[in-house]
């Protein structure tokens, strides 16, 4: 009976997690649309950049989108198993694993941010939008769900 109630405590416990840090999740996913979708109204208009500062914004986007969804994945999970492995202080991990998230949340969402100004910097070239919906499919993928919160802090 005690783990039960105690099981039951953790999924009120959970929800509260995962209302934090959808609030963190939607504002990044809204800063990504807002890029997307008003940033061409929004960032200034320049004239046509020459063709190695084209080459210098897309080969940013690309090493940003590869190096920072699979890095940032790489250091979620190794913080996460040790966070469960080692820590057993139910308020500690619940701070770290917040706080986890956040960071891999920003992590994906970095590329986007920067691909999606540099595709209103560029517009005549898609890289930069093809990078840009990459850090976007991570960043939906990373989505905090209840599922996942009860994997982690009930299993």
């Known amino acids: 009976i005690t783990n039960i109630i105690l ?16 609030k963190f999740y939607y504002l990044l996913y809204a800063t990504l649309m807002l890029i ?9 208009k320049f004239d046509p950049l020459q063709a190695v500062t084209v080459q210098i914004l897309n080969t940013i986007s690309i090493a940003l ?28 991990r619940i701070v770290s694993y917040v706080r986890y998230t956040k960071q891999l949340m ?7 941010i920067f ?12 890289t930069s939008l093809f990078c840009f919906l990459m850090s976007f499919v991570a960043l939906v993928l990373s989505k905090p769900t209840e599922v996942k919160l009860q994997k982690f802090f009930i299993e």
Do not use: R
């Open 7 to 22: 099981i039951q405590y953790m999924k009120k416990e959970i929800k509260t997690i995962q209302k934090t840090l959808l």
């Open 115 to 126: 691909a999606g100004v540099s595709y209103y910097l560029i517009p005549e070239d898609k």
């Open 65 to 92: 989108v590869l190096v920072c969804i699979p890095l940032g994945l790489k250091y979620f999970s190794d913080k996460t198993k040790k966070l469960k492995n080692e820590v057993t202080d139910k308020q500690t």
């Open 36 to 44: 997307l979708i008003a940033g061409g109204f929004l960032l200034p």
């Open 106 to 112: 920003f992590v994906l969402g970095l590329p986007g």
